[in-house]
Every structure is written in structure tokens, then in C-alpha cells.
């Protein structure tokens, strides 16, 4: 069975960092596309990032230079690192495999971030 | 402002049909990229609906259809079901973006 477990998440004031991740089990990380969706209190749907399979990174424009998305293959695990954090970062994070063109067939249950001071 | 456009809400009686809209451009869904939907039930995580413009994962059932045309596509739902209550989202890949796009999101009321 595919599951997708998030941690990491928290109240940060705004300039820190914080590393989400996400924990995966029933098939491979790294060889999926898997992506970090964000949705703001009462808010839609944002892409924040994704990684290829073969390794390639992207991400939104509201978040470059700032996320970094990378995966530990030995843990099968996927990860977010965010820094500089602003209050218009505060959602809740989800773990996603699939991404870009592809559709994402599972999601984790998310991990609220909230950037406040 | 999302890249794809959808209408805020829709709604319909139980039984009847209602079709959400998703609009694109020439460099997302008129590019030729794949349209995906997803329904989110209050509370939790989305879940696929509609993958590759008009097909539906295992367990989804049929009364979900899903269509694309040219820099638009459409999301169906026939038979309504008080249990269909929920917000539904379209998403595609934009080229220009280098990622993923998703529309603003419709919440669908049974009435």
C-alpha cells in the first residue's frame, strides 16, 4: 500500500528555516516525480516544487531561491528545505508523487507551516 | 491569480448534471499538456479524480467524466450525489512555468 507521511511542520517566525519530510512506503521515491503542493488557509491548490526522477529540480517562482527540494534514496524519503521564510508561506504542505504533466495519484495527509511571529 | 480558471462555485439538485470549465492557455492545456482533476472533501487531502484529460483511477466512479478541447477543458458530473459535495481543482503543466499549474479551485454545492 502507497503511503506518504509528512513531518516537520510548525509555527516559525518569519526569516527561519524549517525542513519538511516526508516519508514514503510501498513503492520508490526515486523512481517517481514527487512534488511539494501547498494550500494557504481557505486558499486553492499552489505547486511549490518537484523532482524528476532522473533528478532534475523545479520550482515555483514564489519559492525559488529560497525551498530547496532533494530526496534521501537509502530512506526513501522526500524532503523540503525552506528558508527565509515570509507569513505568505503559512499553509498547510503536502507530499505528493507525480507532478509536472503527471497527475499526482497520491498525497499525503500535509503538514501545516505557519510563519508568524 | 491562478494560471488555470475556473468558476468559484457551481451547483446543482441531487440527480442532475453539472460541468465544471478549466481554462488555459497556449503555453498549459493548449500546449497539448495533459488536464488532471482532483476533488478535496473539507478536512482532507485532494484526491485524484480524472487523469490524461478523461480517465478515471480505479474505484472512481463513472458518473466523473472528464473532457479537453482545445485551451479548455471540463470536469462532469452526472447523477449528483449529496456526497459529491466538495471543492474540485484542474491541473496541467505549463512550459512556460517549468511546472505544474493548478486552477483556483470550484466548490460544488448540492443543493
Known amino acids: 500500500e502507497v503511503q506518504l507521511v509528512e513531518s516537520g511542520g510548525g509555527l516559525i517566525q518569519p526569516g527561519g528555516s524549517l525542513r519538511l519530510s516526508c516519508a514514503a512506503s510501498?513503492?520508490?521515491?526515486?523512481?517517481?516525480?514527487m512534488s511539494w503542493v501547498r494550500q494557504a488557509p481557505g486558499k486553492g491548490l499552489e505547486w511549490v516544487s518537484v523532482?524528476?526522477?532522473?533528478?532534475?529540480?523545479y520550482y515555483a517562482d514564489s519559492v525559488k531561491g529560497r525551498f530547496t527540494i532533494s530526496r534521501d534514496n537509502s530512506k526513501n524519503t522526500l524532503y523540503l528545505q525552506m528558508n527565509s521564510l515570509r507569513a505568505e508561506d503559512t499553509a498547510v504542505y503536502y507530499c505528493?508523487?507525480?507532478?509536472?504533466?503527471?497527475?499526482?495519484?497520491?498525497w499525503g495527509q500535509g503538514t501545516l507551516v505557519t510563519v508568524s511571529s | 491569480q491562478s494560471v488555470l480558471t475556473q468558476p468559484p462555485s457551481v451547483s446543482g439538485a441531487p440527480g442532475q448534471r453539472v460541468t465544471i470549465s478549466c481554462t488555459g492557455s497556449?503555453?498549459?492545456?493548449?500546449?497539448?499538456?495533459?488536464v488532471h482533476w482532483y476533488q478535496q472533501l473539507p478536512g482532507t487531502a485532494p484526491k485524484l479524480l480524472i487523469y490524461?484529460?478523461?480517465n478515471r483511477p480505479s474505484g472512481v466512479p463513472d458518473r466523473f467524466s472528464g473532457s479537453k478541447s482545445g485551451t479548455s477543458a471540463s470536469l462532469a458530473i452526472s447523477g449528483l450525489q449529496a456526497e459529491d459535495e466538495a471543492d474540485y481543482y484542474c491541473?496541467?503543466?505549463?512550459?512556460?512555468?517549468?511546472?505544474?499549474?493548478f486552477g483556483g479551485g470550484t466548490q460544488l454545492t448540492v443543493l
Open positions: 523532482i524528476y526522477s532522473g533528478g532534475s529540480t
Open positions: 491541473q496541467s503543466y505549463d512550459s512556460s512555468l517549468s511546472g505544474a499549474v
Open positions: 505528493a508523487r507525480g507532478g509536472a504533466y503527471i497527475a499526482i495519484d497520491y
Open positions: 497556449s503555453s498549459n492545456i493548449g500546449a497539448g499538456y495533459d
Open positions: 490524461g484529460n478523461s
Open positions: 510501498g513503492f520508490t521515491v526515486s523512481s517517481n516525480y
